[in-house]
């Protein structure tokens, strides 16, 4: 089993960058996928950015959020550029092995203008 950890949201300003962080634990040697989706309130949950695989990315964060990865941690980062409103949701780490069949609990972000 894989057990995910988000940690980093709250309450940022528009404009300013956030860093939101992953922790994985369990079998993650097994791993080959790893990912941050967002729900925003009232819509469907939807990929961001992930690692070896870019998928279909939100156009809206293209170029704005970026994924890392500190191994030695076992910890990936939502690295978040120029936050918008629009960018406010709960944020969920993701991982696999050649689907999202690991989640996360989520993390809320809010942003204000």
């Known amino acids: 089993q894989v057990q995910l950890v988000e940690s980093g949201g709250g309450l940022v300003q528009a404009g300013d960058s956030l860093r939101l962080s992953c922790t994985a634990s369990g079998r993650t040697f097994a791993l080959t996928l790893i990912g941050w989706f967002r729900q925003a309130p009232g819509e469907e949950r939807e990929f961001l950015v992930g690692t070896p695989w870019s998928g279909d990315s939100d156009p809206s964060v293209k170029g704005r959020f970026t994924i890392s990865r500190d191994r030695a941690k076992n910890t990936v980062h939502l690295e978040m550029n120029n936050m918008k409103p629009e960018d406010a949701g709960v944020y969920y780490c993701?991982?696999?092995?050649?689907?999202?069949?690991?989640w996360g609990q989520g993390t809320q972000v809010t942003v204000s203008s």
């Open positions: 993701a991982a696999g092995r050649g689907t999202w069949e690991y």
